[in-house]
T-cell receptor, first 111, second 111 residues
Framework: LAKTTQPISMDSYEGQEVNITCSHN???????ITWYQQFPSQGPRFIIQ???TKVTNEVASLFIPADRKSSTLSLPRVSLSDTAVYYC????????????FGQGTELSVKP | EAQVTQNPRYLITVTGKKLTVTCSQN?????MSWYRQDPGLGLRQIYY???????DKGDVPEGYKVSRKEKRNFPLILESPSPNQTSLYFC??????????FGNGTRLTVT
């Protein structure tokens, strides 16, 4: 079961690019990497999912190196509304449904 | 609208009084799961279900029960709640291997 490690917190300013890296050394061959965003007192919300190389959507990019032991969520030009907790999650197929979320990264965006 | 619905949103109860938190999804997802979230501890999985009549323990199952008699419903049962089960609870569902859809949460206080 792949466990993840992320920085506990990060600070940024509006307009900057933010990169949050997640370490998952024992990722299984069939595992996907998924990132979620959570605002206070709300359920986490899906941001992006990938298996290898690079994935981009309208809100973020996900970079995954060839060994897949880490991944980096990139948020371009953050705004105050991007202040939230970001979780990296690895699993589902290999774990049979058991999921372990890390503690998440609390991103604070300042004006 | 595709959604995961939890009820109630807020619940205050006393030690030992059995309670049920309901979770329903309208997306025909096979996979459903429950999480609790406590300050500094992130999201911890309580139970999960890969399909109807199939349930299994997550990371913190003690003191909880679940059932999956129908595909759309996955209630969380606390037979004898204790104060250490005071927490914010989330239900989530997905197709296996796809991103999770979370409910809006249930804030439970046990006195």
């Amino acid at each position: 079961l792949a466990k993840t490690t992320q920085p506990i917190s990060m600070d940024s300013y509006e307009g900057q690019e933010v990169n949050i890296t997640c370490s998952h050394n024992n990722i299984a061959t069939n595992d996907y990497i998924t990132w979620y965003q959570q605002f206070p007192s709300q359920g986490p919300r899906f941001i992006i999912q990938g298996y290898k190389t690079k994935v981009t959507n309208e809100v973020a990019s996900l970079f995954i190196p060839a060994d897949r032991k880490s991944s980096t969520l990139s948020l371009p030009r953050v705004s105050l509304s991007d202040t939230a907790v970001y979780y990296c999650l690895v699993g589902v197929l290999s774990s049979g449904g058991k999921l372990i979320f890390g503690q998440g990264t609390e991103l604070s965006v300042k004006p | 609208e595709a959604q995961v619905t939890q009820n109630p949103r807020y619940l205050i109860t006393v030690t030992g009084k059995k309670l049920t938190v309901t979770c329903s999804q309208n997306m025909n997802h096979e996979y459903m799961s429950w999480y609790r979230q406590d300050p500094g501890l992130g999201l911890r999985q309580i139970y999960y279900s890969m399909n109807v009549e199939v349930t299994d323990k997550g990371d913190v199952p003690e003191g909880y029960k679940v059932s999956r008699k129908e595909k759309r419903n996955f209630p969380l049962i606390l037979e004898s709640p204790s104060p250490n089960q005071t927490s914010l609870y989330f239900c989530a569902s997905s197709f296996v291997g796809s991103p999770l859809h979370f409910g809006n949460g249930t804030r439970l206080t046990v006195t």
